[in-house]
């Protein structure tokens, strides 16, 4: 008698049982953005789109004028964007850095991670590339940033400014500059650090979880006010503005970013979580490793692990807020801590 053995193989799609997921945090008071990004998660859309969705709310909305078109005009009164937004799962990354007269920057960075072999477009050949993917081209200046930039150039006499070391003295005049000469170079600079609150922080930040564990991060920003033109933060950058892991979590941070990155804040985070560190442990040892260099720096790291743990860290300011929204809560919920 011949006996026949049939073997049956069944394959599952893994979907996360945690009870966190899928969660979504975001730096700051941005809840509408958070809000978008959890009606995606909650449909069971990805944290990809989470992110690209949510944080497009805050480059619409023009949150609290450091996001978007209209706000944080550079020293020659153009407002230019940065974005970022990284995949946890394939360790793959789109970034744009000082596009020009294209509004959407997080759907132009999300463009480059899907639709190029790069990673990182910037200034005008970045806006080139937006058009190519279908975007309007329009001017990101406004009335109420042109404003500000006249009473900035004409009243407060371009202070304060990004220069150092060259003539005409920049703590006291306009430019345009020159390098002084090396003879009289021993004159010492101002010292001046970034004063970072609700309406000059620069970044919305976040990161988000789907229901298949898959983890996203993100950032968009209109940079530092008056600026010098060209001038790249954080946010855009791997690492610093942002960093997803699925094996970890992922983190964002805000604030002085041309300090911050050079510390990589976001990949320390989540190298600390890799560690066994929890999110706020890990937002800390980020904070604390800059505040090691630069005592009177001001920013905020925030910190999310794969199976929903979250957590946050500030320096430099009274407190810092931060929202939530998982399968726990009904609505978001803004979470407010001191910083050191």
Not at 82 to 102: E, F
Not at 153 to 180: A, I, K, T
């Amino acid at each position: 008698m011949k006996v026949v053995i049939i073997l049956l193989t069944f394959y599952f799609y893994e979907t996360r049982c945690d009870p966190n997921i899928p969660i979504v945090i975001t730096t700051w008071h941005f809840t509408n953005s958070t809000i978008k990004a959890w009606d995606v998660l909650s449909k069971g859309g990805s944290s990809l789109d989470a992110i690209e969705k949510g944080a497009t709310v805050c480059e619409v909305q023009q949150c609290d004028g450091t996001v978007g078109f209209g706000g944080s005009p550079d020293e020659d009164g153009e407002t230019t964007l940065d974005a970022l937004i990284m995949d946890g799962r394939t360790m793959n990354v789109g970034a744009v850095g000082a596009l020009r007269r294209v509004k959407s920057a997080i759907s132009v960075a999300r463009h480059v991670l899907e639709n190029t072999k790069h990673s990182f477009l910037v200034g005008e050949l970045a806006t080139q590339f937006a058009l190519q993917m279908g975007f309007k081209e329009e001017s990101l200046v406004t009335p109420d940033s042109k404003k500000l930039w006249m009473r900035w150039h004409n009243e407060d006499h371009c202070q304060p400014n990004f220069w150092m070391n060259v003539q005409p003295n920049p703590n006291e005049y306009c430019g345009p500059y020159r390098n002084l000469d090396t003879l009289v170079k021993h004159r010492k600079p101002q010292k001046k650090t970034m004063i970072v609150d609700r309406f000059n922080h620069d970044t919305i930040g976040m990161v988000a979880i789907d229901k298949n564990g898959d983890v996203a991060a993100g950032t968009s920003t209109n940079g530092a006010k008056f600026k010098i033109p060209g001038r790249i933060g954080d946010s855009p950058i791997p690492g610093c503005g942002a960093y997803a892991d699925n094996t970890v979590g992922g983190a964002a941070a805000t604030g002085d970013g041309d300090v911050m990155l050079r510390f990589l804040p976001s990949f320390l985070a989540v190298e600390e979580m890799r560690r066994g560190a929890s999110p706020n442990r890990a937002a800390r040892t980020a904070i604390e490793r800059i505040a090691s260099h630069y005592s009177d720096f001001s920013g905020a790291v925030i910190a999310l692990t794969n199976d929903g743990e979250y957590g946050a860290a500030c320096h430099g300011i009274k407190s810092f807020p931060y929202v939530v929204q998982d399968n726990n809560r009904e609505m978001s919920e803004v979470i407010t801590i001191n910083c050191s």
